[in-house]
């Protein structure tokens, strides 16, 4: 009996993400004010021969970036910004025909706790699972408990934690199945583990 997951995740843009942009064209010509200004404001690297230019944008807290010549830009996915973006400079007669890419360059989750490489990853995209992200870190130790796997994510300056079941199908259904930057996966140590703790030989100094 398959489960269909329905994939309705994207990424929201949040302050202090860092956005790659790419606007390419037809003619590159067309992307030197763009240029100017962007080495003027920054030190943006422009690859004239593509006819591309590419540069970082800190997301204010406000939401907004500023592009050159177009002003404060608002996009609350990377979908919304790219459509926004594209018809700016086609309305505003910048570029007629422009290919606009936006992508996080900051994106970062932190896996800890019974699992084999725990630390901090880099994504690539900027969509990952839960699963990947266990695969990333080498999965669980043989002391990790599946049924115990927290999302720790920080929304708006709140914290939440949602403990998972790695081995149901609710999890497809969870909010955090789909992770979002800065999250962080802890493993809890099955019961072998935690028994194993607490059965130790205690010095007469508390310590081991």
Known sequence: DKM?????????????????I???????????PFTL????????????G???????????????????LLGKIKGLTRRELTQLLQDKLIKGDYIKD????????????????????PGSYNISSERVT?????????????YGSRNRVAVIRETDGERTILYHDLRSRDIFNSPDFFLQQNDMIYV???RIKAEARTSLPISEHGYL
Do not use: H
């Not at 422009?98 to 490489?117: D, K, M, S």
């Open 188 to 190: 809890e140590p099955n």
């Open 130 to 142: 839960l699963f990947e992200a266990l695969s990333l870190a080498g999965d669980l130790t043989i």
């Open 98 to 117: 422009p290919i606009v890419t936006v992508r996080f360059q900051n994106f970062r989750i932190l896996v800890l706790g019974e699992v084999v490489r």
């Open 50 to 68: 593509s006819g591309s230019n590419t540069r970082g944008y800190l997301v204010e807290i406000d939401g907004t970036i500023n592009f050159p």
């Open 4 to 20: 269909a997951v329905v994939d309705t995740f994207e990424m929201k843009n949040v302050k202090n993400d860092i956005l790659d």
């Open 22 to 32: 790419a606007v390419s064209c037809a003619d590159p010509e067309l992307l030197q």
């Open 37 to 48: 200004l962007s080495w003027n404001t920054g030190g943006n690297n422009y690859n004239g």
